[in-house]
Nanobody, 126 residues
Framework: QVQLVESGGGLVQAGGSLTVSCAVS????????MGWFRQAPGQAPGSARE????????????HYGRSVKGRFALSRNNAKNTVDLQMNRLKPEDTAVYYC???????????????WGQGTQVTVSS
């Protein structure tokens, strides 16, 4: 059974930084594409999550959503089965529940992600 557990969310002021992490157990971490998605407050349950970032297992190539590109950095540690999303120059509009997910395809399409964590809240105050 594959489990994903996010950590590191919290409250931060605009302009600040925060790192959220995801620990994966079960499965074969080294074969998974790892991604982050977010759901902003007020979004209807079941509505599409916004793509944040994804990282390939073989060469750690990364791809970012347009709204976070240049501010966020995603990395993975295949020895520790973890991924870290470093978030810099945070804005109030980054406030959301951030979800970690695993897939077998390198994609920004959330429907391709097989395993999901429970999410961690990130709140950016103005």
């Amino acid at each position: 059974q594959v489990q994903l557990v996010e950590s590191g969310g919290g409250l931060v002021q605009a302009g600040g930084s925060l790192t959220v992490s995801c620990a994966v157990s079960g499965g074969t971490f080294g074969s998974y594409v790892m991604g982050w998605f977010r759901q902003a407050p007020g979004q209807a349950p079941g509505s599409a999550r916004e793509f944040v970032a994804t990282i390939r297992p073989s060469d750690s190539d990364t791809h970012y959503g347009r709204s976070v590109k240049g501010r966020f950095a995603l990395s993975r540690n295949n020895a520790k089965n973890t991924v870290d999303l470093q978030m810099n120059r945070l804005k109030p509009e980054d406030t959301a529940v951030y979800y970690c997910a695993a897939a077998t395809a390198y994609t920004d399409d959330e429907t391709s992600y097989i395993y999901w964590g429970q999410g961690t809240q990130v709140t950016v105050s103005s």
